[in-house]
């Protein structure tokens, strides 16, 4: 120990360090490589021992043939759809309600908080049943005509939020008073405070819980699962496990293209925005 | 009090099973007088409006089964102006089921599904299913011509309530590069036993690692229960009997259920959650499967591999399975009608030879099996004539499997127990026994209320 | 649960500027403040009330029946479904699968993430390369994700068995052993989640104020004593978040088990979630599936009460 400089020695943690830090991120990357180079193989190579770790010859058309055996462009389509929508009403009721929360004044509140944060130990998956019966029997008593396998059953039950509200008014809490007493002074109304004022100043916490919504959205599936009924109607996270679960031989190269369909959005989302997931999720982590 | 009067209702309602079993043979004579009795007008109806009735029909067939079956329906219709079949694939048997059950709760239900043999009798106790005589009658469908087996598996009180489509028997497929090199004839074994004593013969090791399994056992999730429904029987046990006294526990059953576990405690055999991938990729040298992946298999197997009867033991045991058309009750008469149209179309004799062939399911049609066309195609497919010759040897499946609400789960559940954890076998037929009784009580208060 | 930090510490804006006000312009203002809460907080209110808190009750309500989910007929039968649940030996082994399986997933979340996190707080270069990396899963499909560790678990061909093989193991056959499987479907949890947790962790190491490493040294506190005399006390606010986190979430893991074992084999990997679903969706016993789905509601509620009052005292607000 002390025959090592303390520059040798600082030189030895950091080299640990690195090669830590080479460890983590091969074992965390190790399993998307592993769909990537599965997706390029033919059946014959994905059941040769060992495994190549390149495929020797690249075969593209796995995406093709993946792509042609189920409507994955319609599945896109509703994913795009229901993710958009279901994204934008989530994070409206989630700032009107953060801000009524943080700065309106009404009796009993903390109840209503309190009452909202419950919802968030509410599993989804128990809400699937009566939520299933409600848009077919109880829609179609009211307005004749059910809404099992629509878009707005897909997205609805989604469009109330509880952990977005509770981000977004703690990140509104921490906003400096003055700039909203000086608003208050100068007469702005509330709408005005919120749009002007409230919302460019917490634009992090906007932009990270509306990423999070999105991704949360895109990767639903038990709900999707039980509300549509047709293959139009299907979502990508839905259509993939049907994809996979077709009885009779599992053509893995086919079945990584699939799943390279769903996941190829997110990760381009996250390479771009990452920061804001990131920094954004342990602002509200941290101050929460 | 409530004791008491699950006692009476039960054995009301095991009457009412009973009588329902022997009305089949009335039910199959009843409609022969009915077949051209009733002038049915509605067709004519539909006719004269000129416009086309829409049929939403729900299917569990994926894969190539299901490219085939969407040929069927392009087939149809295009063949007629009065209906289109509005065709969507919604997953395995008991998800098709699940979703019909959930969409009449939500009012969206399907015109025609498809419903396994174990499903269908669920809809029928709740008064979801068309009866179907007068179609047939205004068909003119000729029911001579069905398998008589098939066909009255579908009625109840004199009435026709599911006409099967996609029916099957197990099979028993092997590999016969590795039956050669274990020196085996080129067969099934007859036996149980015979099968013990090959089992051994089959496997390669890697040091401790198994590389090839003799054999491997479907999951819960794939229908155990199916298969072991003729191991139980071949054992001269059984899962009930006709009366729904459960017979699981009775020493013949449970006899079944030791050769079971034996097979994984000498080390031949293993649970597998996919099998058939297993299988095909040289995992296993043999597997039990259903007549309905004979097609599939024969595409994507790299070896030649046979396909023989179950063993037998002190009897053969082999059951039907698979799945049959119901109309929705819940469709109106016009829905019904045409519905019944595709259902006269995809088990007509021409429909019947092409689905068969390309999938491996047996033939309903009497017609079907016999014609010259079926004929030439055993003749060069011999593993699809042993399904149907099987056919004679087989029966339906006990009613605690098949008409008890989650029979085949558990009672799957309950062999997986001994395929996956090596349990004691009595104890958990018992077990098994003692659910199925409990579960089979509302179905039992049900089928008395329907059939009264 | 977490607002505990939050409520009393910052008072709200509105409360500052009534105490401000004249009384009867604060009451004017206190009427439309009123209006306009009722008026923000109504779609939200809403729709929480429609699809959230009435199938909470309706499954209240559906436990106390039995219905096969087809027959037009609830049957009343006040608590069978919970007598039910206490004598069925399937449930007895999903609750201890449920603790086994939370119990390791947000065990090893946690303490990797921690690991990472430490690492990652290193002055390295590429950290924050690394930190994406380990983030990513986190964001992907459950659904995705199982369907291709299938894949990875393949006891022949797959990436696990040749990772085992350098090291001369025999792969085992993941998902086809009971013993194996739930450790299975707990790497698949910990990989997709342990990138939250050291984000997390890693930011919560960022916040941790110099000086008190300093005033330590100075004390003369090696490495190890500094770790536990700052480092982890400090983090508690963030150990505690997580922990409330991930419990919920492995409480909710369903995509995963869905697509990968199918509660099986031998019902090895059913946990509670899985139960509800399989009780509802599979074998169609509406009441039990609800009498289960409330066990799991309170089961939450009681972890959540427990950690607030077992942490209360101990949890440092930093």
């Known amino acids: 120990m002390d025959s090592l400089s303390m520059q040798d020695r600082r030189r030895l943690t950091r080299s640990v360090g690195y090669l830590a830090m080479a460890l983590i991120v091969l074992v965390i990357g190790l399993p998307v490589w592993w769909m990537f180079s599965g997706s390029l193989k033919t059946s014959q190579e994905i059941y040769t021992f060992p495994p190549d770790w390149i495929p020797r010859n690249p075969r593209w058309s796995n995406f093709t043939d993946a792509w042609q055996s189920a409507p994955f462009g319609r599945f896109y389509f509703n994913s795009i759809v229901t993710t958009v929508l ?61 809404w099992v396998n629509t878009y707005q059953a897909i997205i609805l039950p989604g469009a109330s939020v509880a952990f977005g509200t509770f981000l977004m008014r703690q990140s509104f809490l921490g906003l400096p008073r003055e700039v909203l007493d000086a608003a208050k002074v100068d007469g702005a109304g509330h709408l005005r405070t919120l749009w002007d004022i409230v919302l460019p100043m917490a634009r992090p916490v906007l932009v990270t819980f509306g990423l999070i919504s999105v991704v949360a959205k895109w990767n639903d599936y038990l709900w999707p699962l039980v509300i549509t009924q047709t293959e139009n109607m299907r979502t990508l996270t839905v259509g993939i496990s049907s994809f996979y679960d077709l009885e009779g031989n599992t053509q893995w190269g086919l079945v990584m293209a699939a799943t390279i369909f769903v996941i190829f959005p997110l990760l381009v989302v996250f390479v771009f925005a990452q920061r804001f997931i990131i920094e954004g999720l342990t602002a509200g982590a941290t101050k929460g | ?122 809809f029928y106790a709740n008064n979801y299913l068309a009866a179907m005589d007068e179609l047939i009658a205004a068909e003119e469908l000729d029911t001579a011509d069905y398998v008589e087996s098939f066909l009255t598996e579908g009625q109840r009180q004199d009435q026709q309530w599911w006409m099967s489509f996609a029916r099957s028997t197990p099979l028993f497929y092997y590999n016969k590069q590795m039956w050669a090199e274990a020196g085996l004839p080129d067969r099934g074994p007859e036996t149980y036993t015979e099968f013990a004593e090959w089992g051994p013969k089959l496997v390669k090791k890697n040091g401790n690692d198994v590389s090839q399994w003799g054999f491997l056992h479907a999951p819960a999730t794939d229908y155990i229960s199916w298969y072991h429904q003729g191991t139980v029987w071949a054992f001269d046990g059984a899962y009930s009997d006709e009366e729904f006294n459960v017979r699981l526990a009775e020493p013949n059953s449970v006899k079944s259920g030791e050769w079971l576990r034996s097979t994984v405690d000498a080390g031949w055999a293993t649970a597998s959650q996919d099998r058939t991938t297993d299988f095909i990729n040289g995992i296993s040298a043999s597997m039990m499967q259903s007549t309905g992946q004979l097609a599939n298999l024969k595409a994507n197997a790299p070896f030649e591999f046979g396909a023989a009867f179950l063993p037998s033991e002190v009897n053969p045991g082999c059951p039907t399975g698979g799945a049959g058309m119901g ?126 | 649960m977490v607002s505990t930090t939050g409520e009393g510490a910052v008072p709200s804006y509105g409360g500052r500027t009534g105490e401000q006000s004249s009384s009867r312009r604060t009451r004017t203002e206190a009427r439309r403040e009123g209006i306009l809460f009722v ?142 499987s ?8 910990v990989w997709k989640n342990l990138g939250f947790a050291a984000v997390i962790f890693l930011a919560g190491l960022q916040a941790i104020p110099r000086d008190l490493y300093d005033a330590a040294k100075v004390d003369g506190a090696n490495p190890w004593w500094r770790f536990r005399s700052v480092t982890l006390p400090m983090l508690s606010p963030i150990t505690f978040f997580l922990l409330v986190t991930s419990i919920l979430n492995t409480f909710q893991a369903f995509d995963i088990i869905r697509v990968m074992t199918q509660g099986g084999p031998a019902d090895a990997t059913n946990t509670l979630i899985y139960y509800v679903y399989e009780q509802g969706f599979v074998a169609l016993n509406a009441g039990r599936s609800a009498a289960a789905s409330l066990v799991l509601f309170v089961l939450m509620m009681i972890v959540t009460l427990v950690q607030l009052r077992f942490t209360e005292d101990r949890v440092h607000y930093g």
Do not use: C
């Open chain 1, 86 to 146: 279901g994204s934008a009403l989530e994070i409206t009721n989630a700032t009107l309600s953060a801000y009524a929360l943080a700065y309106l004044r009404f009796p009993f509140k903390n109840v209503i908080f309190a009452l909202l944060l419950a919802a968030m130990m509410i599993p989804s998956q128990v809400t699937v049943l009566p939520n299933y019966v409600f848009f077919g029997a109880t829609v179609f008593d009211l307005i004749g005509e059910s």
């Open chain 2, 1 to 122: 009090m409530e004791e008491g009067h699950h006692a009476m209702s039960n054995r009301l309602n095991r009457r009412s099973l009973i009588k329902g079993a022997a009305g089949t043979a009335v039910g199959a004579a009843a409609l022969g007088v009915s077949k051209r009795s009733k002038a049915f007008a509605a067709p004519t109806v539909i006719q004269e409006t000129g416009s086309q009735v829409k049929v939403v029909f729900w299917s569990a067939f994926g894969g190539k089964n299901g490219e085939v079956e969407q040929e069927l329906i392009r087939r149809f219709n295009e063949s007629q102006q009065d209906v289109v079949v509005e065709y969507q694939f919604q997953g395995t048997y008991e998800e098709t089921a699940q979703k019909v059950i959930a969409a009449l709760q939500a009012r969206q239900a399907p015109d025609l599904a498809v419903l396994s043999e174990a499903n269908w009798f669920r």
């Open chain 2, 327 to 452: 109309i929705l009750s819940t469709s109106p008469a016009e829905k019904q009608q045409a519905a019944f149209k595709y259902i006269a179309f995809a088990t007509s004799p021409e429909i019947t030879t092409f689905w068969s062939q390309n999938t491996g399911y047996m033939p309903v049609r009497k017609s079907a099996s016999e014609s010259p066309e079926m004929q030439t195609f055993y003749e060069t497919n011999p593993n699809f004539r042993t399904a149907v010759e099987q056919l004679a040897t087989t029966k339906p499946q006990d009613p605690a499997r098949r008409f008890v609400p989650a029979g085949d789960s558990i009672i799957g559940k309950g062999l997986e127990e001994l395929t996956v954890n090596r349990a004691e076998v009595q104890p958990t037929f018992e077990k098994i026994k003692g659910t199925l009784e409990e579960e089979a009580k509302p179905i039992l208060e049900q089928v008395e209320a329907i059939e009264g």
């Open chain 3, 39 to 180: 008026l923000f907080m109504l779609p939200n209110a809403v729709l929480f009330g429609l699809f959230t808190y009435w199938p909470m009750i309706e499954n209240v309500r559906l436990s106390t029946q039995r219905w096969d989910m087809i027959s037009p007929i609830r049957l009343g039968i006040g608590l069978e479904n919970y007598r039910y649940l206490l004598r069925d030996g399937t449930f007895h082994r999903v609750l201890l699968n449920t603790g086994y399986f939370t119990v390791a997933a947000v065990g090893f979340s946690l303490l990797l993430g921690l690991v990472v996190a430490l690492l990652l707080n290193q002055p390295l270069r590429f950290r924050d390369g690394a930190r994406a990396v380990v983030f990513a899963p986190t964001l992907l499909s459950g659904a995705a994700i199982g369907i291709v560790w299938s894949y990875i678990f393949d006891p022949r061909y797959g990436l696990l068995a040749q990772v085992l093989g350098w090291v001369g193991i025999g792969s085992p056959d993941w998902l086809n052993r009971p013993e194996w």
């Open chain 3, 182 to 189: 739930m450790p299975a479907i707990i790497i698949v949890y």
